[in-house]
């Protein structure tokens, strides 16, 4: 069984380490190499820190995550945090999913693509550092509840599932929050937190089966 990996080098060498196709050729950071690459230039290029979250590459400005490097099958992309405040001049930020609240990735089908798009890039990373050495936050949605500290840091360390929370309804969200909140350990969060991730990658509130 595979793990998710934690050196940075091992994701453009080998793959994240979530699937049985790690550190294969069909892996698909293998299909993507060249242009996984070239989004590593160019964030190491605009000055961001360098890390492993979730078994992907996360770049990191001023203590807040920035962007997401990630791989699928049919293609790769960067996938911004808080990009709600992105302008998004050259309209190609997509959603990654119809209830992705913002979109939030530019997603790329061909290696190339991200050399054709440099200068776009280096602009979008030099927004959102900015926001983030300036310590600006997204509005924040009157509808949506106060969360436990240790769901705020599970959603920091994984895209996919901070892209599937932000997309449910107040009260899907509001149904895990109360089901956390009444656990009086961090370590009873965490855990629950582990057990309700497929079932909000699935769209589902915490009592929904």
């Known amino acids: 069984?595979?793990?998710?990996?934690t050196d940075i080098g091992d994701y453009f060498a080998r793959g994240c380490g979530r699937c049985v196709r790690f550190d294969t050729p069909d892996c698909s950071t293998r299909r993507w190499a060249g242009g996984l690459a070239d989004l590593r230039r160019l964030c190491l290029g605009a000055g961001l820190d360098e890390t492993v979250k979730w078994g992907h590459p996360c770049y990191m400005h001023a203590g807040r995550n920035i962007a997401i490097i990630g791989a699928l099958r049919d293609d790769f992309r960067l996938s911004f945090f808080d990009a709600a405040l992105l302008s998004d001049p050259a309209?190609?930020?997509?959603?990654?999913?119809?209830?992705?609240?913002?979109?939030?990735?530019?997603?790329?089908?061909?290696?190339?693509q991200v050399a054709e798009r440099a200068a776009v890039i280096r602009d979008y990373l030099a927004e959102a550092m900015g926001h983030a050495?300036?310590?600006?936050?997204?509005?924040?949605?009157?509808?949506?509840?106060?969360?436990?500290?240790?769901?705020?840091?599970?959603?920091?360390?994984?895209?996919?599932?901070?892209?599937?929370?932000?997309?449910?309804?107040?009260?899907?969200?509001?149904?895990?929050v109360i089901a956390l909140s009444d656990a009086k350990k961090p370590e009873?969060?965490?855990?629950?937190?582990g057990r309700f991730r497929e079932r909000i990658l699935a769209g589902k509130g915490a009592m929904e089966r």
């Open 1 to 5: 069984m595979s793990r998710m990996i």
């Open 133 to 176: 050495a300036r310590g600006t936050r997204p509005p924040k949605d009157d509808a949506a509840p106060d969360m436990p500290a240790e769901l705020v840091e599970a959603l920091d360390a994984d895209a996919a599932l901070a892209e599937a929370f932000h997309g449910l309804t107040p009260g899907r969200q509001r149904s895990y």
């Open 188 to 193: 009873t969060r965490v855990a629950r937190i």
């Open 91 to 112: 309209g190609v930020l997509e959603r990654q999913g119809p209830n992705t609240r913002h979109p939030d990735m530019i997603r790329f089908t061909a290696n190339g």
